[in-house]
């Protein structure tokens, strides 16, 4: 059964899972929605409800962009994550306007 809120969309894009502040893995998202997204990691590293932060590793983007989440599913590829939408907002919309300029040519 589908619990997703919104669709997914396929991105590519190098991030590093934190929890309590240090660093837990480091993986590739494979694709995201405006709740959560899918990391490909050894689901072995965290548990399902595990609180985590995601940081996106982009190399066009100046600064740091780390978004509250949790682990929703492990699985034998990877991890589902949620995100924490209250706790970030801004986060969050940073992360939305940065996969749009990914999606608009010329990235505009």
């Given at each position: 059964?589908?619990?997703?809120?919104?669709?997914?969309?396929?991105?590519?894009?190098?991030?590093?899972?934190?929890?309590?502040?240090?660093?837990?893995?480091?993986?590739?998202?494979?694709?995201?929605?405006?709740?959560?997204?899918?990391?490909?990691?050894?689901?072995?590293?965290?548990?399902?409800?595990?609180?985590?932060?995601?940081?996106?590793?982009?190399?066009?983007?100046?600064?740091?962009?780390?978004?509250?989440?949790?682990?929703?599913?492990?699985g034998h590829d990877g991890v589902g994550l949620v995100f924490d939408e209250?706790?970030?907002p801004e986060a969050l919309q940073m992360l939305r306007a940065y996969l749009?300029?990914?999606?608009?040519?010329?990235?505009?």
């Amino acid at each position: 059964m589908e619990h997703r809120f919104s669709s997914r969309l396929p991105y590519t894009l190098q991030v590093a899972l934190y929890a309590r502040g240090a660093l837990v893995a480091r993986g590739i998202c494979r694709n995201v929605s405006r709740d959560g997204m899918f990391v490909e990691v050894n689901p072995g590293l965290l548990y399902r409800n595990a609180l985590v932060e995601v940081e996106v590793l982009a190399q066009e983007r100046s600064g740091r962009l780390r978004l509250p989440a949790m682990v929703a599913h492990c699985g034998h590829d990877g991890v589902g994550l949620v995100f924490d939408e209250a706790a970030e907002p801004e986060a969050l919309q940073m992360l939305r306007a940065y996969l749009h300029s990914l999606r608009t040519p010329g990235g505009e």
